[in-house]
């Protein structure tokens, strides 16, 4: 069983920076993809960033430039800096993990970001 533990999320004003962590443990396997989904109220769930484990990054648009996604192998742990922050990027953030030959991820508990002034 694998089980993925978020953390980092907070209050921040415009333009400021977070980093989200996400540690995984159990039996993780490779090749894999961890990334990030995130919901705001009232929208649907949409992918924000993910890195597999061999390397290839893929973000959204409206998050290019600004958030960078990177893993520590040795600690199954995934992070996203999250630079510029804008009240549009104010959503709860959930971690997944999920193997290369799956369709089925893993998620995480989800951690609150909120963008205000």
């Known amino acids: 069983q694998v089980r993925l533990v978020e953390s980092g999320g907070a209050l921040v004003q415009p333009g400021g920076s977070l980093r989200l962590s996400c540690a995984a443990s159990?039996?993780?396997?490779?090749?894999?993809?961890m990334g990030w989904y995130r919901q705001a109220p009232g929208k649907q769930r949409e992918l924000v960033a993910s890195?597999?484990?061999?390397?290839?990054?893929n973000y959204a648009d409206s998050v290019k430039g600004r958030f960078t996604m990177s893993r520590d192998s040795a600690k199954n742990t995934g992070y996203l800096q999250m630079n510029n922050l804008k009240p549009a990027d104010t959503a709860v953030y959930y971690c997944?993990?999920?193997?290369?030959?799956?369709?089925?991820?893993?998620w995480g508990q989800g951690t609150q970001v909120t963008v205000s002034s």
């Open positions: 159990g039996d993780i396997f490779s090749p894999n993809t």
């Open positions: 890195l597999t484990s061999g390397g290839w990054p």
């Open positions: 997944f993990l999920r193997w290369a030959w799956s369709s089925s991820p893993y």
